[in-house]
């Protein structure tokens, strides 16, 4: 299985950054859930490059859904997606030197060459505006079973982000956000801190915070399949992303058991604890409180900066600088592929729970 | 697909703490691989607690192979691994309240009471040992193949060790060690941080750092199957793993695109890059360099002190305090877990990558 | 899993009869393969409505490929084939009762009624145009390796083709006929008889058999994963297909093992069988002879004459007869259906044996 | 994933027919269902040779659970069965030439020669003992849920069994039988042409008949996992099965659509068909009628008679005659293997259709 992600509830992504559309194909969600195509078209917004920090396409994509989908529910059988590749400029991109810190050399030894290099193709960051299209439909999923999502970006540049007060009350804004953070001074010296990179030719990177609410307990396996797992499968293959921590994460490293571990109480009746360290998970299954986690976010590997490199047809030391647009960051355009596959995986993990009408409804 | 793992070279995994019997059955592996049983005690032995910090069993678990082994070597048909469960004692582990940190209540809600709750039961640190004999078998099909790995602690309960100099001559010591450290004397120093936590009734945690040798390039998926995904799907299977990060991963968050992009040269016609802030890994495909991760391993949960938590039977809360053996760091005895599955991940994408017989002998 | 088939070489299905657009994913084929589109749209037009005893659509369906193809070849990414659905006529579908043979009731009951009823939705026969798509691909990938294969109407309507005299020789024009048997008289009385039943209203089974030449021994598993298991399961998920026999099969029930063995002997070095009664199969896993099997092709449920039925909607017993266009024989179309999904089958055993690279040009 | 099947509810099989112990791992069945072993004895004794027709051991296979079942209950962790070889005579299987019809040859290239050749190593049918054990527990589990099955010998040695006059009645009496047929005149007559063909030193095949009650409607997939595919994917794999049809099966390529469509009509208010020609499925997916299919399994390959044949390991043309004990019929006993696959299947339909606590207890 290569592009495919998913037991009960799978997503296929297919396409390349430079050929006529790229989608994914979202099979398995319960019939009956309502898609809302504005929700979607607001995603995919929300992935797109933002105003001064980024390069110059602005709308939100325009994306098709030619199956799935009848009389505005799902209908149970599989949703494809599909969104043109329209403001592309090949010219841009002709086989050069192997670009630092991208897939190029990777995909050249994979592929035998055969491999559609303009823009990165396969491997590009574009491929991600479908993985948000299907992880919107997954969202809309979620939140009519009480189960929300979002993340915020907890550092980038250097500087953090103020913390959570309560996130139940804040996601609702945070996740309108383009540029997510909780305290928007914080933000702005964020944005400022990527402008300074982008005029001297570089990149920063940062680091997203993921809040999940509203999952039941219970819902993942002992070994192999634990929700760290199968979170952390889809999470890390996101281009850019290089760590992955749940709850206090690395800083648990560092504590010792009596400050790591989260005790019982009884809240209404629920077990629930009464610290989170563990990121609402327990031996690989979720224990009903939040779930918790970070990625890190590399800097984007696209830099004006003269690099060194290997120019792979001739098979001759070069350098290399990039010309023409590139993002100076993308933890913030990456924030919504992240709450994506987070939906996914949390809607093929409640299906096999649960079972396939899990998420659905079961009366017309 | 719950307790197994991977795709052409799976591995599945059963038992409990205080069942007669643990096991794992390895599949897929290529025929004609040299079975050295040696090689296999000797790894349990470095999964088994070592010495004055960790609890009394010392001796390396006997082991079974009762399938796909015939005249000491694979067949490429399954091979069953047995471990019995020797040195029980049931009576220390009557059902009692929810253990926090543990999976006690997690299991409570999933198996909805039916668990075999003794010592962890499935979700015991024991079934590790299962998965390092499998691990073990895994590691001597990649060595014939000139791929090598290890791990060493990086830090433990606040301290850090020395950084490598030179990993391809300091794996085969380090590998050998049961407290796998470079320098001993940092050794020395966490083993008494270890001790002090102890005395306290406490625990520690810490970081293992993973290096892997050999892998050629070109492994790996773009999407969804990515190295880095495959890795941390199976690293986070392990009990205490609560962070996985690839090359200079959470760190890079922090730096420029001009520092973290690896440049790209020759050596040897070959293509490298200069440094590998990367991990081994572009795009999700491996690049021909050491493959670099790290994990972070929580304290302990089983403590000495009182901790609230509650009756899961009677539905109240109640206190706790774990009487018996355990230990206050598993930090080093993860690592012998954490170079099993690296090994049955890898084994299974250079099966994948290179086919059913890519490990193996073609001529018997 | 659900509408994604494979394990190394996949393809992902999608669409309804009267949906804007049907398709497929094909992942996972190696790169390098040449993408000849007029061997696809020739495919395409094997498994349209043929002449008299069909319906009236004619045209080979127009199709496009939106990745995983540059200049000509495949990428080794995700290929994608998109047909649009140009000729519906929703009018003529609107839910009527449940209609017998059909899935109708079926899909009723697992999607609640949220199902695309019209033209029977994501259960059409419609959508195999996009399978047959990518299993011409697929075949084109084979037969760069040397492999072939292609099925013949064995019986339609009670009347029998004419046996194999050298499929090697007969395959190449076979595999061009819209009418694939060997002898065309008998062709002709089985188009005949098709023509009688549908005069009555009424329509007509048959049986298919298809052979395939050289595919390499020691591919397929022993348990699980036989090449018969791989195989049958593919194709009792074409529509209609409800007995899958190989070599011999059924009759193989009625033989005595001294008559149902098949001998080994030597050719040009090369262990062969002077029988093959047991299809190619030993084991489960090919043995160097042609792979034969037969699959039964139930008659087309749509018939003219008025049946006994419910009414979902309302819950009440009714009849109906079913207007409008249908095939009185679906087994020649099915044909190509069959070829595709075999082809698929084989493409993703090759990888999995032999490596992602096995179908593939190494060098560009 | 090899000799791994199933996607929520999976079984690992493993050993060879003369290593020490041969077993399956059974996953992802539900907790609290009551394991009864002297009815999984029962199972195994069923699928023992059986008198005078077959070879001379007797007893049930013993067997040892050492993992999943916890106070007579399934825990919901993966439940391990082992029955060791005892009745082994290796010194009669040194590697001789290559068996007819047996996997011998197909084995020798896949492995290379590595594989445990005696008595057919993983091949041997003396492995389905370990799936049948799995098989008797998922039986168990669905007869929980008012879902029972069994199988009749319907032909064996060119005798017809009588047809059913009313499963429902007559499955309690069949499953007990260990020549499982409706009558019993017509069994005696079997089992003398089994005598007969066994003097001649020669073998014969059979048809088997399965029938399940009480699935409830609605479970499989359009594509790729029809029920149709799922069960013949599982059933393809038991040793000597080379066809596999539905309902009326091959008959049906014999019919017109008016004889082979099954009306529609209310029972009791529940949507029933007049007719079952399409064994309970519509579309891939059950429509809660019987579900009805027949396996043709062929001769036993091991015979008296000279045979043609090649030592594998000289390369050489050779004859051979295979002395010592075997079946000169499987088909009675390979009614216990067809039952347990079939359990097996159900159950992980059943739990992917209603989630993992499908057929479990959910209050203990």
Not at 117 to 134: D, E, K, M, N, Q
């Amino acid at each position: 299985m290569k592009n495919t992600m998913g037991q009960s509830v799978c997503v296929t992504l297919f396409g390349e950054s430079h050929g006529p559309e790229i989608g994914a194909v979202l099979d398995g969600l319960a019939p009956g859930i309502p898609v809302d195509e504005a929700y979607i078209a607001e995603q995919l917004r929300l992935r797109r490059p933002a105003g001064r920090i980024s390069t110059a396409r602005q709308e939100a994509d325009p994306f098709r859904i030619v199956s799935g989908v009848f009389e505005g529910r799902t209908t149970g059988t599989p949703i494809t997606l599909l969104i043109p590749n329209g403001d592309t400029r090949s010219g841009d991109y002709a086989r050069g030197p192997a670009r630092p810190g991208h897939a190029d050399y990777t995909a050249w030894v994979k592929y035998h060459g055969f491999e559609d290099y303009r823009g990165g193709g396969h491997f590009s960051g574009r491929i991600t505006a479908a993985l948000v299209a299907a992880g919107a439909i997954a969202r809309l999923a979620l939140s009519g079973r009480g189960i929300t999502l979002g993340s915020r970006i907890a550092r980038c540049a250097g500087v953090a982000d103020a913390e959570w007060t309560d996130p139940a009350s804040e996601l609702p804004e945070l996740n309108r956000k383009a540029f997510a953070v909780l305290d928007e001074e914080r933000g702005e010296r964020m944005r400022e801190a990527i402008e300074a990179a982008a005029k001297e030719g570089d990149s920063v990177g940062g680091v997203l915070e993921t809040v999940v609410l509203g999952m039941p307990a219970g819902v993942g396996e002992p070994w192999f399949d634990t929700v760290e797992s199968v979170l952390a499968h889809a999470l890390f293959s996101i281009p850019g992303i290089k760590g992955v921590e749940f709850g206090d994460g690395f800083a648990l490293a560092e504590k010792r058991g009596s400050a790591a571990n989260d005790a019982f109480r009884l809240s209404d009746g629920e077990v629930r604890t009464r610290t989170n360290h563990n990121g609402g998970i327990n031996g690989g299954i979720t224990n009903g409180m939040p779930i918790v986690f970070r990625c890190a976010v590399k800097p984007t590997p696209s830099i004006g900066r003269e690099q060194e490199t290997v120019n792979l047809i001739s098979g001759e030391e070069t350098s290399l600088r990039i010309a023409g647009r590139h993002d100076p960051a993308i933890v913030h355009r990456a924030r919504a592929v992240v709450d994506s596959v987070t939906a996914l995986v949390l809607c093929d993990q409640l299906a096999l729970r649960f079972g396939t009408d899990a998420l659905g409804e079961e009366e017309k």
